[in-house]
């Protein structure tokens, strides 16, 4: 029986899955996830039921970056299934550009191009094409999937794809791609099966983690998205800005001197949650702080997410349910009570008690819009196109 490896490389994490392939649905055999790379990097080990097999806190060396990250999941994969016969492993590669809109077998030539997507998506896509790499050296045999956050925004009208900025600019590649569509994916094919009444008509996904943004989906596809170009924009996020004015760019430019690479370093890794509270850029930290300045981080991202909710509702004509995912969407009712309270004028009415149990369902019957907590799974989105493109 052959194996499917996935790699899903975040700013701050990677996850990691062994999966066996065969009719159906690829089946987990194993997933992990190697959170907070660069600080105090832990790796956790799941079951196929949930149970949790192993929490490790990893040595220095394996906790400064995504290289280290990346071989402390292939040992755990390896010493607990040494008899697995990998035959394809699946890559999260956050840009695919205008070209690649489907999931690809990765070749020398499609690696080149997606290098060129490195200005991008400067805080993934290195680390995604590292991963990459790796996998290439440790399985040389198998083949290699690249599976596009990019790819499930490219239904797009052009209103919600362009920039107000002379065509040429478009034509060249400057638009909005929009991120977080494999997460995205798999939500709609859930709610296909959870809600298929719902999955049909109007829904603001808010998929909330290190890095955040919002979908809104008509009939299960993508219509707008808070991110654009790059990974910056939209909602703030755990070390990214999200939504600023251009004009302070200049401002940083003209009066602080700063460069190209400072503003990047300043917007990428030093705003956002971290940026505001001058304490972390993981809510679990601020949630747990009597810090004020922590205090103001959390209000202002929920601001920006009902900011958001109100500008996709406008952009689907209306909203019939709203659907929380991502590490923050999934875990924190304080995040969604703060997001949903006072909602009402939309018809988001919440149950403070089934938002307190993150119950699959947590608005109230007294709303007319139906507001779940469903868990994203964007490595078996990228195992079922590995095992299509293996297959083949």
């Known amino acids: 029986m052959s ?4 790699l899903n490389a975040g700013s701050s994490s990677l996850k990691f899955g062994l999966f066996q392939s065969g009719p159906g649905d690829p089946q987990a055999l194993v997933t992990g996830l190697v959170e907070r790379i660069g600080g105090a990097a832990r790796l956790v080990l799941t079951g196929p039921d949930g149970d949790r097999l192993a929490q490790t806190d990893l040595p220095a060396r394996h906790a400064q970056d995504h290289h280290g990250a990346l071989h402390a999941a292939l040992a755990e994969v390896e010493t607990r299934f040494p008899e697995a016969e990998i035959t394809a492993v ?5 840009h695919g550009g205008r ?4 999931p690809m077998e990765l070749t020398p030539d499609v690696i080149a191009r997606l290098e060129t997507l ?7 896509q290195p680390h995604n094409l590292a991963g990459v790499q790796a996998a290439m050296a440790e399985f040389p045999q198998a083949r290699q999937v690249a599976c596009f956050d990019t790819a499930f925004h490219r239904s797009h009208p052009f209103v919600n794809d362009t920039f107000a900025l002379p065509r040429a600019y478009y034509d060249k590649g400057v638009r909005r791609y929009g991120f977080h569509g494999l997460s995205y994916d798999y939500i709609s094919g859930a709610l296909a099966e ?6 049909k008509g109007r829904v603001v996904v808010a998929h909330l983690g290190n890095g955040a943004s919002m979908c809104g989906m008509l009939a299960g596809r993508s219509l707008a998205s808070t991110m654009g170009f790059s990974a910056l924009d939209g909602l703030p996020m755990g070390t990214r800005s999200g939504q600023v004015d251009p004009g302070v760019l200049l401002y940083l430019m003209e009066q602080e001197g700063m460069d190209a690479a400072a503003i990047s370093d300043l917007l990428y890794k030093k705003s956002g949650l971290l940026g505001l509270s001058g304490i972390s850029h993981d809510m679990r930290t601020l949630e747990e702080s009597d810090d004020p300045h922590a205090r103001q981080a959390i209000d202002y991202f929920t601001f920006r997410i009902r900011r958001e909710l109100g500008g996709l509702a406008a952009a689907l004509d209306g909203l019939d349910a709203v659907v929380f995912t991502g590490g923050i969407g999934e875990n924190s009712a304080r995040i969604r009570h703060q997001v949903c309270s006072g909602m009402g004028w939309i018809g988001i009415e919440l149950d403070e008690d089934a938002n307190a149990q993150n119950a699959s ?3 109230s019957d007294l709303g007319r819009v139906r507001v779940m907590v469903i868990p994203t799974n964007e490595e078996l ?5 590995a095992a299509r493109l293996a297959g083949g």
């Open 361 to 363: 369902v947590i608005s």
């Open 90 to 94: 699946g890559h999260r590669v956050v």
């Open 3 to 6: 194996h499917l490896l996935v």
């Open 194 to 199: 959870m809600a298929p009444t719902l999955h």
């Open 118 to 124: 490195v200005p991008f998506a400067p805080l993934h």
């Open 381 to 385: 989105v990228i195992a079922r196109a």
């Open 99 to 102: 070209d690649f809109a489907d």
